[in-house]
């Protein structure tokens, strides 16, 4: 080699050193892992004058989880499809983390053919990037330029930068866990204040709902809560959430039951590989990868967060899992703190009742007793019938006041913590269980022999369909009020629940409304379920009370 060579060779090492500084600075400058990422493709590419380059990110179950890209253009991208998840020769890379130069990629026995679309391929250099020993994905380069094959050089300043790289990616991913760290703290104080500070329920769950979307990165989120027998989707956040917003589920088949019920999260990378998914909605069938945790304090199971990607999207990785299943202890402990708030909020309420009824029975009943007597007493020195007929319907109103308040005595003298035998009672509780999935607590009206007068068989009617009635106002009506009575004669029993929401829609599903039309059906009463003209709407459901 004479000296014009080996000068011209000296100088283009340095050269090549020069660039390989230029581009470990240009990817150590950067905190955003995705930017990093491209920017480290983009300088392997740039310095062994590849045409094409690419980095996959390898996930926990050995798999490709990104699949970055330089020198293919998005319509081409498109053409070509899905993009790949680590087999053939980018597999070989993933099974065995060495470097890997090929002057054929075609001609490897592991090379199972390009996609249709896919622009023609030949010479090939691949490298591992390790953070610190850890694996975490492979530069894939081809077609250099000249129609060459890679040589030692190229795989030396390759590995150099894959070195750098790594360093970079620890960098980054470091700074983005500090900031999901910041984020999950952020929303954990918000969610638990809101729970906290009296926000609506409706509110908290919306609230609890972004955030955990917010924090898996995900596509959707839900909160699906228990209601009756069945688990139904409360809350929903981005794609496909108007969709899915009321539907239930059945906690005996389903991934959610499996995680409401057992009090572990499902994390799974296509639900469609699950003979647990529901296929009671179309709009469920769009997502792949899931997490579904359960909202568990102490022994208290509120209801399951969900999140997840459409078909096709990134599966989640185990720090969202770790992130989401924090961010879900802290929200249900917060619920949990909430419902003990309530619940003391409801005994001191209780014992004002206790104190209101005591003082009903002891002072006004007896007054209006005392009343009716003198009354009744002076019937006997009037003598023209229509003053006595006056004073008779008078004491028949003193009468039917005395046993309303008696009804209303009975109601409010019900201890909460002893489980209720009395229909009367299960009603009371059946309302005030539905009243923080309606938001409120509905006004309620007990007029007759409720207890004494109605059949078991009419009673266990008429519980469900007043479970029914008030679930429809908790996911359909919108309202802010409702009321309802249970009014028993000689002959009939009529339930009457109505509210001031957006009534009932001419095409809306009405397959609940159906069930309760064939109760009463079956019973040989009425059942009456419209739309009423200031607003809201009115269901009255009428049957024959049967033998007691």
């Known amino acids: 080699m004479d000296s014009g060579d080996a000068a011209s060779s000296a100088a283009e090492a340095q050269k090549s050193q020069r660039d390989l500084l230029d581009a470990v600075l240009g990817i150590g400058t950067g905190l955003d892992l995705q930017t990093v990422l491209r920017r480290i493709v983009e300088a392997a590419v740039r310095l062994v004058g590849a045409r094409y380059g690419a980095l996959g990110v390898i996930d926990d179950t050995r798999l490709l989880s990104q699949f970055l890209t330089v020198g293919i253009d998005e319509a081409t991208a498109a053409q070509i499809g899905p993009l790949p998840h680590g087999g053939g020769i980018l597999g070989l890379l993933i099974d065995d983390p060495q470097p890997l130069r090929l002057h054929d990629l075609n001609d490897h026995p592991a090379a199972f053919g390009l996609p249709a679309h896919h622009p023609p391929m030949r010479s090939f250099l691949g490298v591992p990037i390790r953070v610190r020993s850890e694996v975490f994905g492979n530069l894939y380069l081809t077609e250099k330029a000249g129609g060459v094959d890679f040589d030692d050089e190229d795989e030396s300043i390759v590995l150099a930068l894959a070195a750098a790289a790594g360093v970079a990616i620890e960098n980054a991913r470091l700074y983005e866990d500090v900031r999901h760290r910041e984020r999950w703290l952020q929303a954990s104080a918000e969610v638990t204040t809101a729970l906290l500070s009296g926000t609506e329920p409706e509110e908290v769950l919306q609230l609890l709902a972004a955030r955990a979307r917010d924090l898996a990165e995900a596509d959707f989120a839900a909160i699906v809560l228990p209601l009756g027998d069945s688990l139904v989707i409360e809350v929903a ?97 917060g619920l949990e703190l909430a419902r003990q708030r309530r619940e003391t909020e409801h005994l001191s309420l209780f014992r004002d009742r206790d104190r209101i009824a005591r003082d009903l029975h002891d002072t006004v009943i007896q007054r209006l007793f005392a009343t009716g007597m003198q009354l009744e007493g002076s019937m006997r020195y009037m003598t023209g019938p229509e003053a006595s007929e006056r004073v008779q319907g008078a004491v028949s109103d003193l009468d039917k006041t005395i046993k309303e308040i008696r009804s209303t005595i009975y109601s409010l003298q019900r201890s909460d913590r002893s489980r209720p035998s009395s229909l009367r009672a299960r009603i009371v509780e059946l309302i005030e269980q539905l009243a923080p999935a309606i938001g409120f607590a509905p006004t309620l009206r007990l007029e007759g022999l409720v207890d004494t007068r109605i059949s078991k068989d009419v009673a266990d009617n008429l519980l469900p369909v007043l479970r029914e009635a008030l679930s429809n106002i908790a996911r359909h009506a919108k309202a802010n009020r409702a009321d309802v009575s249970v009014v028993v004669d000689d002959d009939w029993a009529t339930l009457t629940v109505s509210d001031n929401g957006i009534g009932i829609p001419d095409d809306g599903r009405r397959s609940g409304l159906a069930n309760l039309g064939a109760r009463a059906k079956s019973l040989g009463g009425t059942f009456v379920a419209q739309s009423v003209p200031e607003g809201g709407a009115e269901l009255v459901w009428r049957v024959p009370v049967g033998d007691a």
């Open 237 to 333: 956040n981005g794609a496909a959430a108007a969709h899915v917003i009321g539907r239930r589920i059945d906690p005996a088949a389903s991934l959610i039951g499996d995680a409401f019920l057992g009090g572990a999260t499902v994390a799974i990378d296509d639900i469609h590989k699950s003979p647990h998914w529901p296929n009671n909605s179309e709009a469920l069938d769009d997502f792949g990868p899931v997490i579904i945790v359960p909202l568990v304090a102490g022994e208290a199971r509120h209801g399951v967060l969900w999140v997840g990607n459409l078909i096709g999207g990134r599966r989640f990785r185990a720090a969202h899992q770790a992130m989401l299943e924090a961010f879900a202890d802290q929200a249900a402990l």
